[in-house]
């Protein structure tokens, strides 16, 4: 056997490129427009992709073909397909065309943005993208933005500004040993996950973060935050933070911001908006309410890889004390001082991480694309479509919505009629019946393939979401996910009848 002749040195040459990329691009080309002919959820087990591949690299280099191959045969098969327009789990996000083609050039300029420097253009878009971002969103110049990957390190670097403002000398002289006060956060019952992250993160430990009861409509109570501020100054407790949510996650409620920022204002403690995934609604004009005291905030995150049709992943984080994120993250080494110093503005200085990909181009090319009319009507379209769907919910009589419906997510469960109020019943794993019906409902529904939908809980009882946010998903989508769920609640009834 002849062994294969040796590649050159360097990369890829650019006749191979040309030729796989081309057939890439058609590839993408396809699988965007017909994400439908997948089933959304993978049908297989865990293990089963890291069994169908090798556990060492291979020794030689092998031609792109072999790669592509694999790449339909082992990786295609494990995909969860976010780009189905029956998605409609979690949040449904969507990887625009122009948003793809813009990572396709981001990847391929490689630019590290750390410095102004390294990467004037991606500074720059950054800054201009963002100052546009903030302007539909109707908040004032004084925020300066910047683009982080995720709404966690988008709330972190928030709440770590907040605490660099409310305990002098942190960042010299740290938390332990000090004479300090506990330190406390603020957020209500329904806030994320990642804000007690940032909280544990931040030294300032689980007990850190108080949770405010929320009203019917799952939102933050006011009058019990500035108790709960007011009885831990009293105690000696420090407040540091209020995050108030713009759209939650399970419900999309909205927390009464303007009553928090009176009291944050009157406690001089840091107002933090968590507006990931519902500020891109700001922009529509029937929902613009919704962001109605954000502009007294001192941080805002929003998260265009939600719902602004941006691939994953770019979180914009808005502040009008950028200072206080430099002070906390700001330092210079001497292989990295510039002579631009102090006179254009280097990303690293904002942040944990030195190094930065290029994401600003992502939402330049989808805002140019979609331009802010089409942006405002396509949420208010996915808006139509959720109050559509909660229509039919609330027409239905074996079903029952479970929360209002102020954005594109509808909160309900299957509670047939013929089972009466809240069967009392609780099954072996503590569920009550109606929780064993939904997550049995949602299992069969998922496992068509054609939709997939989420689940929460709302005051202890099973909830399934319907989540719209995807580009592609139209009315139709919608429908068939309604008419799924009938069908398969018919059966599961009608299966329960024949045993009993
Ligand atoms: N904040 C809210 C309200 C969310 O719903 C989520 C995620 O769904 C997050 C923050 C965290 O987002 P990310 O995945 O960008 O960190």
């Not at 922009?283 to 691939?311: Q, Y």
């Not at 109020?421 to 064993?436: F, K, N, Q, Y």
């Amino acid at each position: 056997m002849t062994a294969a002749p040796e590649r050159p040195l360097g990369d890829m040459d650019p006749v191979t490129f040309r030729r796989a990329g081309h057939e890439l691009v058609e590839w993408v080309a396809q699988y965007l427009a017909e994400s439908d002919h997948y089933p959304i959820l993978p049908r297989l087990r865990p293990g089963e992709i890291r069994a169908a591949l090798p556990d060492e690299a291979p020794e030689e280099g092998e031609p792109i073909e072999a790669i592509l191959a694999d790449f339909e045969r082992a990786i295609v098969p494990g995909l969860t397909h976010w780009n189905h327009p029956g998605f409609f789990g979690y949040f449904a996000i969507s990887a625009s065309g122009p948003g793809v083609l813009a990572e396709l050039l981001a990847a391929a300029l490689n630019q590290q943005a750390m410095l102004w420097r390294t990467s004037p253009a991606a500074t720059e878009l950054e800054e201009v993208v963002l100052g546009w971002l903030r302007s539909l969103l109707r908040l004032p110049p004084v925020f300066e933005g910047v683009i982080y990957d995720t709404a966690s390190i988008s709330s972190l670097h928030a709440l770590a500004a907040a605490r660099e403002a409310s305990v002098p000398e942190i960042r010299v002289r740290g938390l332990p040993g000090r004479d300090l006060p506990p330190l406390r956060v603020y957020c209500s019952e329904e806030a994320h996950s990642s804000i007690d992250k940032a909280v544990m993160l931040l030294g300032l430990g689980q007990n850190g973060l108080l949770r405010i009861p929320v009203d019917a409509a799952f939102r933050m109570r006011p009058e019990a935050l500035a108790d709960a501020v007011r009885a831990d100054r009293a105690r000696g407790v420090r407040p540091v933070a209020v995050v108030a949510t713009v759209g939650t996650t399970s419900t999309t409620s909205v927390d009464p911001v303007p009553a928090v920022a009176d009291i944050c204002e009157a406690e001089r403690v840091w107002l933090h908006i968590d507006a990931a995934y519902g500020g891109p609604a700001a922009m529509v004009p029937d929902c613009e309410w919704i962001f109605d005291g954000v502009a007294r905030a001192d941080s805002v995150v929003v998260n265009p890889h939600k719902w602004l049709f941006t691939p994953f992943d770019l979180s914009a984080c808005y502040c009008r004390r950028m200072d206080a994120v430099r002070a906390a993250f700001a330092l210079t080494p001497d292989y990295l001082q510039t002579r631009e110093h102090g006179a254009a503005r280097n990303l690293m200085d904002t942040g944990i991480q030195l190094g930065r990909r290029f994401r600003a181009l992502k939402l330049w090319f989808v805002l140019r694309y979609f331009g802010a009319a089409g942006v405002r009507r396509r949420l208010a379209d996915h808006i139509q479509l959720a109050r559509r769907f909660a229509a039919w919910v609330d027409a239905d009589p074996d079903f029952e919505r479970l929360a209002p419906v102020p954005l594109s997510v509808v909160c309900f469960r299957a509670h047939p009629r013929a089972l009466g109020d809240e069967p009392r019943r609780i099954d072996s794993d503590g569920d009550s019946v109606l929780d064993a019906l939904n997550t049995e409902l949602l299992d069969r529904v998922n496992a068509s393939g054609e939709v997939f939908l989420s689940h929460t809980r709302i005051g202890n009882r099973v909830a399934l979401r319907l989540a719209i946010g995807h580009l592609r998903t139209t009315e139709v989508h919608v429908a068939r996910a309604w008419v799924l769920l009938r069908a398969a609640l018919h059966e599961l009834l009608t299966c329960q009848n024949d045993l009993a």
